[in-house]
Structures are given as structure tokens and as C-alpha cells.
């Protein structure tokens, strides 16, 4: 299993890191604010639940795993798309681990795209690709729930606005997917557009209007051997909404399981996407509060009762977020776990090997 960035310097003497003892300190504060923060309301709608079923419990915790399963599966193709091979053990811990680390840490979109690049690179991505990898993976993903909403909101009719509404929103799906694909085959746009950001940034800093050319140059240069087919394309936005509709699964086998009525396919894709489109908006680590304030909003407004609608959130974000939370934090520990493992085998094995040497010059 590939390690995020090495704590220790093989060759000296593994001490603790003081940085890292500050960030655990925190963490650690950190979780305890937030359980502080979510036990009340988490309390009151356990009060709420009743009994699950437990057959559609397994079905929603096997949807929660399916979802983050099939992202795993968008990144690895995404990386083999540019030439980058990865086993999909090692895709799915990632994907866990950075899931963990952006949904618990403060700034965490920061903390989890750090650590996905520092993985690809440890895989033999170079800086382009990964960083190629993790924007399309990003693309990719937001077309993907737009195309949810769009269904919802498709299915949920509304006349001649909607239908404009509709309209509107699918030309900009398929405008930005087309763009993107432009892009792709033609990278010289990106160095013509890259060249007249420099020249203006440049002018602002008062330096040479060809600064930071070259670097531009080889980096355009790098994008050129990422040439992804229509296949791969295809492949990727398949697996990116298979991604959300197993996640949807999971919020609707969690309303069955708690015996909540009258809840529509229009009001599930309509009350999911706006908990999701929540979730991107919000400041809050995870969400936590403002996703299930969408979801349980919008379910309230398409007629479900608060008492009912409370208990179904409540298993829903205990299955696909808080387990996935501490699944990720546990893959995590393990890799930084094995890391240190083997730089204390690393700062050991020089002497071993000095001791060896000495045997065989007494003998």
C-alpha cells in the first residue's frame, strides 16, 4: 500500500515530528468539538428511529461501499487513461484515507488533494498527469450529479419554466463537457491562454513579459502525452455516475429500512442533489449540519413528515459518512503505520549490514 509524505529521513534517527504533534493535538480537539456539536441533534433523532430492517441496512451499507468503490475505480482509470497503472486495493485505501482527511479537517479539500497527488506521484504519475488526473476526475464527477439533478428535476415536471430551466442547464453540461474534451486535443490552447495570463501577471510584477514560459512550455509539453480516448471518457463518466447512484441507493434503502412513506424517485433525486450541492458549498468539515438540514428540508417539503424524514438522514449520514470517516482514518493510520515501519527497518538495516562487513574482515 502506497504512504502519504515520509515523516522520517531514512539514514538518521526516527525522531517525532513536533509539527505532527501540534496537527494531532488538533485533530484531536477538533473531533471532540464537532461530536460535541453533533451528539445533541444526533441524539434526538435516534430517539426517532425505530427498529431498521435489518435487510435493507446490509443493502445500504453494501450501496455506501459500492459508491466508494466505484470512484476508486473513475481515479484508476482516470490514471491509466495517461499511462499510469494502479491496483485497485491501493485506489479504493486512497480514496478512503483522502475522503477522511477532507470530510474531518478544517481546510480539508486542501489536506485530501495534497495527499491524492502525493499517491499518484508515488505511483510513477508525473506532476502534469496527477494534477491532469485530479481535475478531470473533479469534471468528470460534477457533470455527473448535474445530469442526477437534471433527472430530478426532469422527472419532477413544472411547465414551461422548468422545461427552459432544463434546457439551459443541459447546454451547459454538454458545453462544458465539450470544452473539456476540446482542450484535450488541442493543449496549444492552453499555451496561448497560459502565455496571455503571463504577459499581464508579469506586467503586474514588473518582471519580463517571457517569465515563466518555459515552464509553461514543458508543462503543456507533459499534458500532450495524456491523450484519453472516447472510450476512456465514456468509461470514466459511467463510473462517476455510478458513484452517485449507488450513494443514492444507500439514502433510499436507509428511508425503506426506517419505513418512510411517500417518498418519490422525483423527490429522492431532487432532495439528494441539493444535500450534495450543500455539502460542496459549505464551510462546516464534512457538511456536518448543513447537508442534513438540506436533506431533511427538502424531504419535509415534498410532503414527508419531519418525524420520519429525521431518522432516514440520520441512518443515511451515520452509514455514508461517519462509517466512511472512520474506515478512511483507519487506512490512513495503517499506511503512516507501515511507513514508519519501514524507516525504522531503513535506519536499522546500514547497521546490519556494517556488522556483516566486520564479520567477514575478522574472519
Known sequence: MPAIDAPFEVGAAPRPSRRRRVVGSLLALLLAVEAVLVIPSLGAAFQALTRPDLGWLALAVL????SMGMFARLRRRLLRAAGVRVPLPSS???VYAANALHATLPGGAAFSTAYNYRWMRRWGASGPVATW????GGLVSTVALAVVGLAGSLLAGGGRASAVQLTLELVGVVALATGARQLGRHPEWVTAAGRWGLRRVNRIRRRPPATGGDALDELVEQLRTVRPTGQDWSAAGALALLNWLFDLACLAACATAV????LTLPLLLVAYTAGMAASSLSLVPGGIGVV?????LTLVAGGIPEASALPAVVLYRLISFVSAVVVGWAVYSAQVKGLRLR???GFLRP????GQ???QARS
Open 259 to 262: 419505513g418512510l412513506r411517500g
Open 133 to 136: 488526473s485530479l481535475a478531470a
Open 357 to 359: 562487513r566486520a564479520k
Open 92 to 94: 479504493v485505501a486512497a
Open 292 to 296: 442534513d438540514a438540506a436533506l431533511v
Open 343 to 345: 524507516s525504522y527497518q
Open 63 to 66: 450501496a455506501a461501499a459500492a
Open 351 to 354: 547497521e546490519r549490514r556494517g
